[in-house]
């Protein structure tokens, strides 16, 4: 298994960016996809999570409203749109994969991906 996460760099307090995660090795519409993220000195830490379908998403009480998760099961993508972004939001993200397909809950991680970092500079 696979999850190959691109997208991540430097940007602006208040800028934009999208992370997006490729999948191969797996059923993809077999899975729970999400992302989490990891700050110098601080655990890794949930971010978003989309069920197979789409329709069940959750999302850490910090990017409510400013992050938005979406797949596409045909390329088995993932995508992480962020918006307003926060120099706190400044992380490696990480995709990862929980077999399941009802839900959007992650409580653990089946595979990871490697991370990619994002800069928020203020």
């Known amino acids: 298994v696979q999850l190959q996460a691109s997208g991540g760099g430097l940007v602006q307090a208040g800028d934009s960016l999208r992370l997006s995660c490729a999948a191969s090795g797996l059923t993809f519409r077999s899975y729970i996809m999400g992302w989490f993220r990891q700050a110098p000195g601080k655990e890794r830490e949930f971010v978003a999570a989309?069920?197979?379908?789409?329709?069940?998403?959750l999302f850490a009480d910090s990017v409510k409203g400013r992050f938005t998760i979406s797949r596409d099961n045909a390329k088995n993508t993932v995508d992480l749109q962020m918006t307003s972004l926060k120099p706190e939001d400044t992380a490696v993200y990480y995709c990862?994969?929980?077999?399941?397909?009802?839900?959007?809950?992650?409580?653990?991680?089946?595979?990871w991906g490697q991370g990619t970092q994002v800069t928020v500079s203020s």
């Open positions: 990862a994969a929980r077999r399941g397909v009802s839900t959007a809950t992650m409580p653990y991680v089946d595979h």
């Open positions: 989309i069920s197979w379908t789409g329709v069940n998403q």
